[in-house]
């Protein structure tokens, strides 16, 4: 389908401003008759006048609009590509943090092969939609190994749901304090969290004070950071070997990533 032709604005000189520099520095094709190469613009560019140069652009760009569109998308594929690139080298050096960060609780088995990271927040419905899907992947799959990134973006009931499931780690209780959150109907509060944890037999005398410990509220803070990093800002988001994969997954996808990461091993 051919791009939709953009109506002609006021703020078109930006657009022309550049078109002009990519004109300069690449092959740009306008349409099946009129093909433009990057010596005959440098050419075009030193032998006429800058502002001549300007307005031959602008007639052809208004006679072409279509080509601002394919300049665009050309321009985000390279961003994307960059991006793309500095992902996988955040993932390479900061493998020890991401995958082995001895405070981010670890589900399914310890020693398994292949390692699915979980950034999460216990108010995110969809979190809590893909939850059988992670359970099922884990009971299929005795090689899986489960990291799970506390990551409260959702507000101040968010924060203390996950720092009450750090503190609950500490007392060998993270899966089952995550477990409940997670099936809880409507938003996670303080109350929510205090009911869930008395009815797991909990120490919260501890519980609370552990919340409090400042290594809590740094091991969050490594959470959001790294997250910034991986170019993640919403929840869930999943890293599976190279792979960054934002939003609810099904089964079959979680398999798929999995079984991709395990023959590139």
Not at 80 to 103: F, N, Y
Not at 179 to 206: C, N, P, S
Request: glycine share 6%; net charge positive; hydrophobic share 45%.
């Amino acid at each position: 389908m051919m791009p939709k032709r953009p109506a002609l604005t006021p703020g078109l000189g930006w657009l022309v401003a550049s078109a002009i520099a990519l004109l300069g520095t690449a092959l740009v094709v306008f349409s099946d008759s009129a093909v433009y190469w990057r010596s005959q613009t440098a050419d075009a560019q030193s032998t006429m006048p800058k502002d001549e140069f300007e307005r031959r652009v602008r007639a052809y760009l208004l006679e072409h609009p279509e080509v601002i569109a394919e300049a665009l998308q050309r321009l985000e594929l390279r961003e994307r590509a960059a991006q793309a690139s500095a992902v996988k080298s955040v993932l390479q050096t900061r493998a020890e943090e991401l995958l082995r960060d001895p405070a981010s609780p670890v589900g399914g088995n310890p020693q398994g092969d292949v390692t699915l990271v979980e950034f999460f927040d216990y108010n995110c419905p969809y979190c809590r939609q893909v939850v059988p899907h992670i359970e099922k992947a884990q009971t299929i799959d005795p090689k899986l190994r489960i990291v799970y990134k506390e990551f409260p973006i959702l507000g101040p009931n968010s924060t203390f749901a996950a720092k009450a499931a750090l503190a609950a780690h500490r007392q060998g209780k993270y899966a089952a304090l995550h477990k409940a959150l997670m099936e809880t109907k409507g938003t996670v509060t303080e109350k929510t969290v205090l009911d869930a944890v008395g009815q797991l037999g909990l120490d919260v005398k501890r519980l609370r004070a552990d919340m409090a410990d400042p290594a809590i509220q740094a091991h969050i803070e490594r959470n959001l950071a790294l997250a910034r990093a991986l170019n993640i800002n919403g929840t869930p988001s999943f890293v599976v070997g190279e792979q960054i994969v934002p939003g609810a997954v099904d089964l079959a996808t979680l398999e798929r990533l999995i079984r991709e990461a395990r023959e590139k091993k």
